[in-house]
């Protein structure tokens, strides 16, 4: 059975930083590309990272590029998320998600999400 | 980024309606188009991928249709845990867009 549980979420001030993460099991996580979806409260899904099986390539949308950064522990099945200069309009819930088999992108399974807030 | 266009916003059924949602894209995705179903506090789950196959455990009243800017997520019989919002979202280039959801209501 597949597994993904995100961590480290919590109360953050504007301008400050925090490091998700995502650990998996129930499938060979170096096999499937991971991505990081968020939703803000009330709101609809966004996309804000994805990153290949290797861990070598890696795409960010405009809205976080060069204040996140996305990367993955292969040896330990553990995909992180790590997020700085945060400001208020990144307050959601952030879920991690695995790809669909194939060229077909996010995403199959979903973790269950954790919410980060950004605020003084 | 491709933007994704659904209809409508919402919609109100009864059990064992027909109900029938759409999704516009900007350009053409072949069939690079997934559909979700989200219900409150919870995580958004996977019912079809590129544009019409069933995921694994998805009831068959759920059938998708489409190819290229023009997509179609159609229930058939309406049961009371279909009550929810639907997403469609594309996954041909990164950033993976969606939709903005059709929230189905109970009439």
């Known amino acids: 059975e597949v597994q993904l549980l995100e961590s480290g979420g919590g109360l953050v001030q504007p301008g400050g930083s925090l490091r998700l993460s995502c650990t998996a099991s129930?499938?060979?996580?170096?096999?499937?590309?991971m991505t990081w979806v968020r939703q803000p409260p009330g709101k609809g899904l966004e996309s804000v990272s994805t990153?290949?099986?290797?861990?070598?390539?890696?795409s960010y949308a405009d809205s976080v590029q060069g204040r996140f950064i996305i990367s993955r522990d292969n040896s330990n099945n553990t995909l992180y998320l790590q997020m700085n200069n945060l400001r208020g309009e990144d307050t959601a819930v952030y879920y991690c998600?695995?790809?669909?088999?194939?060229?077909?992108?996010?995403?199959?399974?979903w973790g269950q999400g954790i919410l980060v807030t950004v605020s003084s | 980024d491709i933007q994704m266009t659904q209809s409508p916003s919402s919609l109100s059924a009864s059990e064992g309606d027909r109900v029938t949602i759409t999704c516009r894209a900007s350009?053409?995705?072949?069939?690079?188009l997934n559909w979700y179903q989200q219900k409150p506090g919870k995580a958004p789950k996977l019912l079809i991928y590129?544009?019409?196959s069933l995921q694994s455990g998805v009831p068959p009243r759920f059938s998708g249709s489409g190819s290229g800017t023009d997509f179609t997520l159609t229930i058939s019989g309406l049961q009371a845990g279909d009550f929810a919002t639907y997403y469609c979202?594309?996954?041909?280039?990164?950033?993976?867009?969606f939709g903005q959801g059709t929230k189905v209501e109970i009439k």
């Open positions: 590129v544009a019409s």
């Open positions: 979202q594309q996954s041909y280039s990164f950033p993976w867009t």
């Open positions: 990153i290949s099986g290797s861990g070598g390539s890696t």
């Open positions: 350009q053409n995705i072949v069939n690079y």
């Open positions: 998600g695995k790809a669909l088999a194939g060229p077909y992108g996010c995403c199959e399974f």
């Open positions: 129930g499938f060979t996580f170096v096999t499937y590309a």
